[in-house]
Every structure is written in C-alpha cells, then in structure tokens.
C-alpha cells in the first residue's frame, strides 16, 4: 500500500517563505498529476498547486506569482515553495497524487501556521 507523506510544515513568519515535500513509501506509483491542496480553518478545502506529468501546472489565483510546484525525484514526489507568505496561507497542506491506474492517494496533512 503507498502512503504519502507531506513534510516541511510549521510555524513561518508572514513574508517568509516555506518549501513543502510530499514523498512516498510502500511502492512506486506513476503519476498522472500530482498537487497540494489546502484547508484553512473553517474553510472548504482548495486547491494550491498541481502539476501534471508533462509539466503543466496549475495554481490557485491566491498564490499565483509566490509559489512554484514541481515534480521531485527518487525521495520526494513533488516539492512547492512558496514565498512571501500571508497569515491567510494558514491551512493543513496535503499531498495528493493521481495516478495513471486510476488510484487517488492523499497524505495526512501538514500544517502552517502563518503567524502576522
């Protein structure tokens, strides 16, 4: 059974930046698109970022022009770094992966806490 599981997540200062890593254990999968969804407190959750085996990304309005997805490599799945981070950036940051098989993988989140 694949698992995926998010990393780099925490507390972060409003204009600072953060990177997120999403990795897999328990097999290889071959992906068909991969992204990071968010889901603020009290909110549905969103799309951030995706990516797609041919490199096409897509990024939510919120973020565009302060982060950047992209794929990873044998470790990591897919990174996203983001930057000038914003207090409403606060959510728990999950990893999803959709894969060529027709298998939707979700991580357990991480959190980030954007403090002002």
């Known amino acids: 059974q694949v698992q995926l599981e998010e990393s780099g997540g925490g507390l972060v200062q409003a204009g600072g930046p953060l990177r997120l890593s999403c990795a897999a254990s328990?097999?290889?999968?071959?992906?068909?698109?991969i992204g990071w969804y968010r889901r603020a407190p009290g909110k549905q959750r969103e799309l951030v970022a995706a990516?797609?085996?041919?490199?096409?990304?897509n990024y939510a309005d919120s973020v565009k022009g302060r982060a950047t997805i992209s794929m990873g490599n044998v470790k990591d799945l897919v990174f996203l770094q983001m930057n000038s981070l914003k207090p409403e950036d606060t959510a728990v940051y999950y990893c999803?992966?959709?894969?060529?098989?027709?298998?939707?993988?979700w991580g357990q989140g991480t959190p980030v806490n954007v403090s002002s």
């Open positions: 999803a992966a959709f894969t060529t098989d027709g298998r939707e993988l």
């Open positions: 328990g097999g290889t999968i071959s992906i068909n698109v």
């Open positions: 990516i797609s085996n041919g490199g096409v990304t």
